[in-house]
């Protein structure tokens, strides 16, 4: 994602899933890209393979006009509201990734603590005014960080109405007018058992995630 005149570079490294799902950092070569590409708005396909088992590799340059700033929606729990974190007006990560993207971007916190995925679980996103705001926000992107709190055992007892929800969330974010950039972010992983958040639960659902982006979802993450 760029803007009209500012080029990008392409990541050296993507996540490839084994047999048995877990992710891990293979090196890729992309094919040449003509420049001409970031002077004009517009939505492009980048092929490349990777570089030991010449697995096919695709990804999208979103380049957007100098007209407005780009608005980027960043959804999610007490990770993304900074719960914890000293001043996080100043200090969570959608400001820090505002400070480094520059003025030409506009990151908007709509985290709440303690909200979880699922439609049934205790806390529910969909149910706050944060949810509500951000699909008024006009979003260019969004950033979905939800999950961690899916993993407490009263939220794990109804896991497997997890893909299914969070496919209605993202449909929710397709179907605005702005026709967002999605970016799916997997739970970070829990070292400890703290706010009833079960460690190995985490590391389960975000297995069992990446075993679905091949099957039931992998045609929501090209936009």
């Known amino acids: 994602m760029t803007t009209v005149g500012s080029e990008v570079q392409l990541p050296k490294e993507v996540d490839e899933a084994n047999s048995q799902y877990k992710l891990s950092k293979v090196a890729v070569k992309w094919d040449p890209i003509s420049s001409e590409i970031f002077e004009k ?39 993304t509201f900074g719960m914890n974190v000293e001043n996080p007006s100043a200090n969570s990560y959608p400001k820090q990734l505002n400070n480094r993207l520059g003025s030409k971007y506009n990151v908007m916190n709509f985290g709440n603590s303690g909200k979880t995925l699922l439609e049934n679980g205790n806390d529910p996103y969909i149910k706050t005014s944060e949810y509500t705001n951000s699909l008024g926000s006009n979003p260019d992107a969004v950033i979905i960080q939800l999950g961690t709190n899916d993993a407490k055992p009263t939220n794990y007892s109804k896991i497997n109405n997890y893909i299914d929800d969070y496919l209605k969330l993202i449909n929710k974010y ?17 070292e400890k058992n703290i706010y009833l958040i079960e460690p190995s639960n985490v ?21």
């Not at 979103?62 to 960043?74: D, E, G, L, T, W």
């Not at 590391?203 to 993450?221: D, H, I, M, P, V």
């Open 203 to 223: 590391e389960k659902n975000s297995t069992e995630n990446s075993r679905n982006c091949t099957t039931r979802w992998a045609r929501y993450f090209h936009y």
């Open 174 to 190: 397709k179907a605005l007018n702005t026709k967002p950039i999605i970016y799916i972010s997997i739970p970070p992983k829990v």
């Open 41 to 79: 708005t517009g939505k492009y396909e980048i092929s490349g393979k990777t570089i030991t088992s010449s697995q096919s590799v695709k990804a999208l340059i979103h380049v957007f006009s100098n007209s407005k700033p780009i608005n980027i929606a960043a959804v999610g729990d007490s990770i």
